[in-house]
């Protein structure tokens, strides 16, 4: 009876690893579960550009001016790029030692000083004023961060030639030049502060980034 008994043990013990080994070859042990993804961030790198535009300056009809006329000229600046920016306006009014005339007419002591006159537009703010040799150069901030395809308002819609006395200029060429510059809104103020104080600080560092360089400000 014994030897009965342990065959039957035996027996199951057979089938039993029988059936491990079948488990084990259906669960396929030849390689892992595996999956497999990729990303690639594509960056674009931005671009600070823009153009000065003087919509109403007629250069045809100024070549010949008289004392205290009002010219018509309306600097203002386009975004062509793809970045927001802080934007400025410098101009550079003539200057020169001459007599001119009060609106009654009264004859003033003979000076140095600007030959025109602007008023500038409550959207800008002055950041700069300072007499460089015969010119006296004013920049001006624009109040609003510039995005993209927008427009800056003119930063005057005119300026008047100084009455002076007549004979004093003749035949002269004078000129009022006007810069646009721009600098990247982004990591260049402190977005904290007001727009203006930004762009006063951002302008800081357009300057000190273009000493010795073709866009460098007047100086």
Known sequence: ?????????????????????????AGGVSAYLTDYDKVANQFTVGKVDVELKEDNWKPEEQKKIEPGKVIKK???????????AFVYLEVSIPMAEVTAVSDNGTRLEK???????????????????????????????????LKPQETTEPLF??????????????GQQLEIPVRAYAIQASYTGDSASSVQDQAK???????????????KVTE
């Open 157 to 170: 819609d005119m300026v008047k030639f100084l009455n002076i006395i007549e004979g004093q200029l003749d």
């Open 74 to 84: 309306d600097p203002k600046i386009s975004n062509k790029g793809i970045n927001d």
């Open 1 to 25: 009876m014994r030897g009965k008994s342990n065959m039957k043990n035996n027996m199951k013990k057979v089938l039993f690893l029988t059936g491990v080994l079948c488990l084990a070859s």
């Open 111 to 145: 000076k140095m000083q600007e030959l025109f006159s602007f008023s500038s537009r409550t959207s800008w703010t002055k950041l700069n004023a300072q007499k460089l040799g015969s010119k006296q150069v004013y920049v001006f901030a624009y109040n609003k961060i």
């Open 201 to 215: 600080l951002a302008y800081q560092k357009y300057v000190n980034q273009n000493k010795n360089q073709p866009g």
